[in-house]
Nanobody
């Protein structure tokens, strides 16, 4: 059974940085494209970033380009989201997701597995 566990969230001041981690267990990590999503209070879920199985291709939503970096370490079964220059509007619960479909797919669709989320709060 595949399990995703996020960590690294917390409270940070605007302009600060955080690095989120998500560990996949129960299957071969390199078999999955990986994604980060977020959901702010009162808002819908938003896709933030995606990375292909090899890490060769990455995608970001416009609001985080140049500030966030998604990466993965297949030897550690882990995907990361480095978040720099954080803004109060980045405040949300951040979720990682795994999908067996090759490539990066950002249109509304189902992803195979989800983590439980980690809270990121950016104070002004």
């Amino acid at each position: 059974q595949v399990h995703l566990a996020e960590s690294g969230g917390g409270l940070v001041q605007a302009g600060g940085s955080l690095r989120l981690s998500c560990v996949l267990s129960g299957h071969i990590f390199a078999s999955y494209s990986m994604y980060w999503f977020r959901q702010a209070p009162g808002k819908g879920r938003e896709i933030v970033a995606g990375i292909t199985r090899s890490g060769g291709n990455r995608w970001y939503t416009d609001s985080v380009k140049g500030r966030f970096t998604i990466s993965r370490d297949n030897a550690k079964n882990t995907v990361y989201l480095q978040m720099n220059s954080l803004k109060p509007e980045d405040t949300a619960v951040y979720y990682c997701a795994a999908d067996r479909t090759p490539g990066i797919h950002t249109a509304s669709r189902s992803y195979d597995y989800w983590g439980q989320g980690t809270q990121v709060t950016v104070s002004s």
